[in-house]
């Protein structure tokens, strides 16, 4: 039992001081240039802060409107929409004919043909195409109708939307021939 009492000392004492050992072996001069080269970045004088720059005083500027603009009127004059035909509208109920579906400015007149004094226009079209067309038929993306031909030129009357008024107006367009 003599032998006993003395081992569970020694036990306890080497349990307690493994922990001291680790503690004393952690806190060693490991670590001093690092705490060295904090100290120095401590020690070093402030910076100066820049001043808040100077804040200029308003200058007020009282509106005569003599021979000056309103300047709450746009700039630009508005472009004038034409004004809408109340009565005037496209047929939507019209079968398409086969120039309809390629716009006015990809068709080009390339000729004439004429038989019993009735007078054809011909029209290349984007796809390869040559269409023989007369007075009344429709052409362009507009519901272009041909009112007139002459040797020169094809005159087209198109209805297209009014944007403003979402009325519908005609206007007038030309294809010339083509050299």
């Known amino acids: 039992m003599a032998g006993n009492r003395t081992r ?6 080497l349990l307690l001081a493994a922990p001291l050992l680790l503690v004393a072996a952690c806190s060693g001069s490991e670590h001093d ?4 080269w904090v100290e120095k ?46 009565g005037l509208r ?9 120039l309809e579906e390629f716009p006015l400015d990809s068709l080009k007149y390339v ?18 195409t040559v269409y023989r067309v007369q007075v009344g038929n429709h052409l362009g993306k507009n519901f272009g109708e041909i009112v007139e031909i002459s040797e020169n030129q094809i005159k087209i009357k198109e209805i297209i939307p009014n944007g403003a008024t979402g009325g519908w107006v005609d ?3 030309t294809l010339t021939l083509a050299e």
């Open 41 to 86: 970045v401590k020690s070093r004088p402030g910076g100066k802060i820049k001043p808040i720059p100077e804040v200029k005083p308003y200058d007020t500027f009282v509106y005569v409107e003599d021979d000056r603009r309103d300047p709450f009127s746009p700039y630009f004059e508005a472009v004038r929409q034409p004004e809408a035909n109340p």
């Open 111 to 128: 000729g004439t043909l004429e038989k019993k004094g009735k007078l054809w226009a011909l029209i290349a079209a984007p796809d390869n």
């Open 171 to 173: 206007r007038e367009a």
């Open 33 to 36: 240039d690092l705490r060295a």
């Open 90 to 98: 496209p047929d939507m109920n019209r079968k398409r004919e086969a």
């Open 8 to 13: 569970i000392p020694l036990t306890r004492l």
